[in-house]
């Protein structure tokens, strides 16, 4: 505003110059930006970006109709989360604003690190369904963990794997790999047909305990500095509305109630949301 036009013909100049040039060059930077989003979501959706969040779920191999029900299981659990999804596919198999997607082989270590496995709260390896043969789809599920466990030592990371297993003569393999837990795809299903149809109705606990979206749910506490026993926790919980079941895999703390509480306890409740906030408030 110091210089502007004072006589008619420069002004006249001045805004044939605003317009061709000041106008036109807004249109080539909006132009440009447009542009720029553009090629952000095509890569984005291609699977060639890197994830550069921390503490996320990674899944691996998922098909779409497992990946559906893990989305919305681990969603409904951490509302605020982001998973990775890893796979050597061109697309993911469906969009989500939480879902990142990386294209490439997961048996990678470039393309692991471009899932930030470093800073993820844990990665999840399925099974291949696209694979008939569980040897193959078991070999290739033991060739991700590995490099999975290879990242974890290489880098001093303490990586917290699962897999999903389809034979269950492959666990030991699994095991060598240090995979930190483990689920047996066809013989899962096929135990829980089986108490079924023993239990009648036994089904509804297991898939209440196997959702959060169902029921009562399955949520890990840290012990509270005065529970000296198991017993005193159960008392105490069960005061409040909870269940006590296990610590860790350990389902038999009812006949040790009498032990006193490792100090890296792992205990696992069964209650509703309201008292999971109640006991860790």
Not at 139 to 147: D, I, Y
Not at 181 to 205: C, P
Not at 250 to 262: F, V, W, Y
Request: charged share 30%.
């Amino acid at each position: 505003g110091d210089y502007y036009p004072v006589s008619a013909a420069g002004r006249i100049f001045t805004m044939l110059l605003l317009y061709i040039f000041g106008i036109g060059a807004m249109g080539v930077i909006i132009g440009k930006v447009f542009e720029g989003f553009s090629v952000y979501r095509k890569l984005r959706e291609e699977g060639k970006l890197t994830y550069s969040g921390k503490g996320h779920y990674i899944l691996i191999g998922a098909s779409k109709e497992k990946l559906e029900h893990v989305l919305d299981e681990i969603i409904s659990s951490d509302d605020k989360c982001e998973i990775v999804f890893v796979d050597n596919i061109e697309r993911a198999p469906l969009e989500h604003e939480r879902l990142f997607f990386i294209s490439g082989n997961p048996a990678e270590e470039e393309v692991l690190l471009k899932a930030n496995i470093l800073e993820a709260k844990s990665v999840a390896i399925f099974s291949d369904d696209r694979n008939d043969h569980s040897e193959y789809s078991d070999g290739k599920t033991l060739l991700t963990a590995s490099r999975v466990e290879h990242i974890s030592k290489k880098y001093g990371r303490n990586i917290y794997s699962i897999v999903e297993i389809k034979k269950d003569k492959h666990v030991t393999l699994f095991e060598h790999a240090n995979v930190d837990e483990f689920i047996l795809s066809n013989d899962s299903v096929s135990r829980l047909m089986a108490q079924a149809a023993i239990y009648h109705g036994s089904s509804v606990l297991f898939r209440q305990m196997l959702s959060s979206n169902e029921g009562e749910n399955l949520y890990e506490i840290i012990a509270k500095p005065h529970w000296n026993t198991y017993k005193d926790a159960a008392m105490e919980l069960f005061d409040l509305g909870a269940t006590l079941i296990s610590d860790g895999g350990a389902l038999d703390i009812a006949r040790r109630h009498g032990e006193k509480i490792p100090d890296k306890a792992k205990l696992f409740v069964i209650c509703d949301e309201d008292t999971y906030r109640r006991i860790n408030g």
